[in-house]
C-alpha cells in the first residue's frame, strides 16, 4: 500500500540554522509534490510545488528538491527564525488526488 | 469572501447523533476536497468533487459519512449516528481546478467533538 513518511520526531534547531525537512514515500509514483505548512488551530497553506521532472525549486528561504528514484523530497528552510516554527506536511499529487504525509513538527529556538 | 469558510469552527455532539458540516469555498474553484485530520496525525482525504463530475467517495471510512456539492459552490458533509472515534478536525479545501498540482486552500476546518 502507499505509504509516506516524514521525520518522524518533532525538529528543533537553532534560529540561523538551516532545517532540513524529509519526506519519503513508497508504493507511489506522484506527478508532483507540494508542501504545506500548517499552524495550530488552522488548515494548511501552501508553500512549494515541484514536478516529477523537476530536480529542485527555491521561494525565498525556502528550497525543495524531488528526488523520483530514491522516492524523497527535501524541504530546507535556511536562516531559520522563531516565526518558521509549525508543522510541515508534503503532500504527493496525482491525477485526481492528493495524498499527505503526517508533517513534521518544526521549533526554531531563539 | 476571500477565503474558504467553515461552519461551524466547533461542534459538540453526543454519540449517535448527526452532524452537518458546511464548506464555503473560494467563488471560481471547481475542486472542492474534505479532509479528516485526528489529533497529532496527518490528513486523511475523504472526498473529492470536481465541477459535475461524479465525486470520489474512496476516502469515506463507513456509509454513516456522505457529502453533497451544489454545483460549484456549498459543500455539506454529514456523519450519521456519530461514534467518538468521529472526533477530529474536519478540513475543506478547494483549488481552480483539478490536479496537475493546483494548490489548495484551506479553511480553518470544524472540530468535531462527540461525547
Known amino acids: 500500500s502507499q505509504k509516506i513518511e516524514q521525520n518522524s520526531e518533532a525538529l528543533n534547531i537553532q534560529e540561523g540554522k538551516t532545517a532540513t525537512l524529509t519526506c519519503n514515500y513508497t508504493n507511489y509514483s506522484p506527478a508532483y509534490l507540494q508542501w504545506y505548512r500548517q499552524d495550530p488551530g488552522r488548515g494548511p497553506v501552501f508553500l512549494l510545488l515541484i514536478r516529477e521532472n523537476e530536480k529542485e525549486k527555491r521561494k525565498e528561504r525556502l528550497k525543495v528538491t524531488f528526488d523520483t528514484t530514491l522516492k524523497q523530497s527535501l524541504f530546507h528552510i535556511t536562516a531559520s527564525q522563531p516565526a518558521d516554527s509549525a508543522t510541515y506536511l508534503c503532500?504527493?499529487?496525482?491525477?485526481?488526488?492528493?495524498?499527505f504525509g503526517s508533517g513534521t513538527q518544526l521549533t526554531v529556538l531563539p | 469572501g476571500a477565503g474558504v469558510s467553515q461552519s461551524p469552527s466547533n461542534k459538540v455532539t453526543e454519540k449517535g447523533k448527526d452532524v452537518e458540516l458546511r464548506c464555503d469555498p473560494i467563488?471560481?474553484?471547481?475542486?472542492l476536497y474534505w479532509y479528516r485530520q485526528r489529533l497529532g496525525q496527518g490528513l486523511e482525504f475523504l472526498i473529492y468533487f470536481q465541477g459535475n463530475s461524479a465525486p470520489d467517495k474512496s476516502g469515506l471510512p463507513s456509509d454513516r459519512f456522505s457529502a453533497e456539492r451544489t454545483g460549484e459552490s456549498v459543500s455539506t458533509l454529514t456523519i450519521q449516528r456519530t461514534q467518538q472515534e468521529d472526533s477530529a478536525v474536519y478540513l475543506c479545501a478547494s483549488s481552480r481546478g483539478q490536479g496537475n498540482g493546483e494548490k489548495l486552500f484551506f479553511g480553518s476546518g470544524t472540530q468535531l467533538s462527540v461525547l
Open positions: 467563488s471560481g474553484h471547481t475542486a
Open positions: 503532500a504527493l499529487g496525482s491525477a485526481r488526488q492528493l495524498t
